[in-house]
């Protein structure tokens, strides 16, 4: 089979280009698809895992296309004892693009917001809980985004594994070359028009106003709030950990 997978961080715009890519029906259907929430029942082994995933990911023309976080890929490795993404481009052809967002303090503003309110896209019911400015949560939202950026550097560089790279600022006027290039790698044609994407942009007044706060803020007191070690967040995720002697998880998004 032949497939993409999209490396990036959370609120980057990978949901809205990924709408995209989807609507044309033959270049797979991008997800989180290594995400526990979209693996239930949770798969028994390894290859039940690659199975469900392909799945879900696949087009009827035999393309697919799987949307990947480090900590995805470092749960499944803790979970079965095998990257992922080496497994599926030993077996398959994979293809590799990563998207970031070039603006990391709204980046990291978006993803604190919708971490704590569990509100991810506009119709999403927690949209209108009202999220507490929190200089401790921007930071730490800022840093995660920043080593999961770096740790996509660093897998692709060690393996010497090609790339296509793109910015979301630069795709927002124009998504057609970030849909070109998934056409290209998936060896499939290009939809003749852009489909109408169900999600749109969040960021509003609020977020303008937490930008100014937190930057002045930074100022004042510096980036230790997000270099500190923070308590275990209290998940049941947690717990079961514990039941089952595993390490805990202490990313609180």
Do not use: C
């Amino acid at each position: 089979m032949k497939g993409v997978a999209v490396l990036t961080e959370a609120r980057s715009g990978s949901s809205w280009l990924g709408s995209l890519t989807n609507a044309s029906g033959v270049m797979g259907q991008t997800k989180e698809w290594l995400k526990p929430l979209f693996l239930k029942p949770e798969p028994r082994g390894y290859e039940a895992l690659e199975q469900a995933v392909l799945r879900q990911a696949s087009t009827e023309n035999g393309r697919f296309a799987i949307k990947v976080f480090p900590r995805q890929l470092a749960w499944s490795k803790g979970r079965w004892g095998r990257d992922f993404l080496f497994e599926m481009r030993r077996r398959h052809d994979l293809a590799f693009i990563t998207l970031e967002r070039r603006d990391r303090l709204r980046q990291a503003i978006s993803f604190y917001r919708a971490g704590v309110s569990n509100s991810w896209t506009s119709w999403d019911k927690g949209r209108d809980v009202a999220v507490p400015y929190s200089f401790a949560g921007i930071s730490r939202a800022f840093f995660q985004i920043e080593q999961s950026y770096a740790f996509r550097r660093a897998y692709l560089d060690f393996s010497q594994l090609p790339s296509r790279h793109f910015v979301y600022e630069d795709l927002l006027a124009d998504p057609q070359p970030y849909i070109e290039a998934v056409a290209g790698l998936l060896d499939v044609g290009v939809p003749a028009s852009l489909p109408v994407s169900r999600f749109v942009v969040q960021r509003d007044d609020i977020t303008e106003d937490w930008v100014a706060r937190f930057r002045q803020a930074s100022a004042e007191r510096g980036a230790i709030e997000a270099i500190e070690e923070q308590p275990v967040p209290r998940t049941l995720q947690n717990f079961a950990r514990i039941a089952l002697k595993r390490p805990l998880n202490r990313r609180q998004f």
